[in-house]
């Protein structure tokens, strides 16, 4: 196992584009989370799936963004419309069953909208 | 809002000198403070972590502090090696979400 795994690693998108990113957790991880990290900034939450439930979602989730883990597998997180604030590295990490203690990241997406 | 302040933004240490960065937080239901280390174009990846029982952990070089009354919580790294020079996150959980500082970055001269 390779640890947690997000592809693309950088994607330049033109503002009012669509993009999709994909995170592979690690395999016997149940739960997934994603997170923004902008400069100089640390990582704030934005959504935690158990298996293929998503369980929660931040108020920094505007109604353009949308994440999936269908099956309990891999997730996808699709930004509509992008805007140029949406420029930051998104980042995923998976954990087991117990939780924040077990918390792997992966290596993110780096996003800039020009 | 930020919920775990974190101090200093930046800092330059000698080799072989000590590195200490500070947090603060309010809410008193977390119970989790880990650290993160994390280098230029990778994730964050977990470098230490306490519950709010224990006053002090060692890891190694890295060593945490904790007040739980003065609800603050402090990283040291002794010893600091060039491959230390990376940007430091504290964090702060109560359940499955972890709540960031905005980081330290530290910067070890040879």
């Known amino acids: 196992d390779t640890g947690v795994s997000q592809n693309p690693r950088h994607k330049i998108t033109k503002r009012g584009q669509n993009v999709t990113f994909r995170c592979d957790p690690i395999?016997?991880?149940?739960?997934l989370y994603w997170y923004r990290q902008t400069l100089g900034q640390g990582p704030e939450f934005l959504t935690y799936?158990?298996?293929?439930?998503?369980?929660?979602k931040s108020r920094l989730l505007s109604d353009r963004f949308s994440a999936e883990r269908p099956k309990g597998s891999f997730s996808t997180l699709e930004i509509q419309r992008t805007e140029q604030g949406d420029s930051a590295m998104y980042l995923c990490a998976s954990s087991a069953t117990g939780g924040v203690s077990g918390y792997t990241f992966g290596s993110g997406t780096r996003l800039t909208v020009v | 809002q930020q919920q775990v302040k974190q101090s200093p933004q930046s800092l330059i240490v000698q080799k072989g000198g000590i590195s200490i960065i500070n947090c603060a937080y309010e809410n008193t239901a977390f119970d989790y403070f880990p650290w993160y280390q994390q280098f230029p174009g990778k994730g964050p990846a977990l470098l230490i972590a306490?519950?709010?029982?224990?006053s002090e952990k060692k890891e190694g070089r890295f060593t945490i502090s904790f007040n739980k009354s003065a609800k603050q919580f402090s990283l040291h790294i002794m010893d600091s090696q060039p491959g230390d020079s990376a940007t430091y996150f504290c964090a702060a959980s109560n359940d499955y979400k972890l709540s960031f500082g905005a980081g330290t970055t530290v910067t070890v001269r040879a």
């Open positions: 306490i519950r709010p029982d224990v």
């Open positions: 799936f158990q298996n293929e439930a998503q369980l929660e």
């Open positions: 395999s016997e991880h149940n739960r």
